[in-house]
């Protein structure tokens, strides 16, 4: 298991941060429709998003899963 990374999905980093889907989305500027689009399907996430989500969940990027 040398190099091996655990990765969580989005949802969990987010639950993790103790924040609802409203709460979150609030905090990123988005609409919840977008937030939950982004946790059923992670991989369309942009780079620049992801280091959005990296920083408000608390998480390193390469520690969530997102679809890659």
Do not use: C
């Amino acid at each position: 298991m040398d190099g091996l990374k655990l990765k969580i999905s989005l949802r969990a980093a987010r639950i993790n941060a103790n924040l609802t889907l409203i709460e979150a989305a609030r905090m990123l500027g988005i609409n919840k429709s977008t937030l939950i689009k982004w946790e059923k399907h992670s991989g369309q996430v942009t780079a620049n998003n992801q280091l959005r989500l990296s920083s408000l969940y608390k998480i390193p990027v390469d520690n969530i899963f997102f679809g890659f």
